[in-house]
């Protein structure tokens, strides 16, 4: 089994900053991509941003110049600086990574965390 832990949610005023950190334990072979998806009250969830094993990143058009994703592939960590935080900037934050366990390390298996929760005030 796999587990994915976020933390670093809170409640912060408009135009401050947080860092979410989301890490990954259990037993597996590799995790591929890895991701920051953002669910508000009533919405669907979507794509934050997300980063391959070859660093390569990709931001929602809301996140661009603002959030920055990175990762420590060695520690199966993945992070979410978030600057300039704005209220639509609020919801649960979720954490997914593509995961390749020892039983089937050709095919990648989708986790998600619980979330952590993001208040941005005015």
């Known amino acids: 089994q796999v587990q994915l832990v976020e933390s670093g949610g809170g409640l912060v005023q408009a135009g401050g900053s947080l860092r979410l950190s989301c890490a990954a334990s259990g037993t597996f072979f590799s995790i591929n991509t890895m991701g920051w998806y953002r669910q508000a009250p009533g919405k669907q969830r979507d794509l934050v941003a997300s980063?391959?094993?070859?660093?390569?990143?990709n931001y929602a058009d809301s996140a661009k110049g603002r959030f920055t994703i990175s990762r420590d592939s060695a520690e199966n960590t993945v992070y979410l600086q978030m600057n300039s935080l704005k209220p639509e900037d609020t919801g649960v934050y979720y954490c997914?990574?593509?995961?390749?366990?020892?039983?089937?390390?050709?095919?990648?298996?989708?986790?998600w965390g619980k979330g952590t929760l993001v208040t941005v005030s005015s």
């Open positions: 980063i391959t094993s070859g660093g390569s990143t």
């Open positions: 997914n990574a593509g995961v390749k366990p020892y039983s089937s390390a050709y095919v990648a298996m989708n986790y």
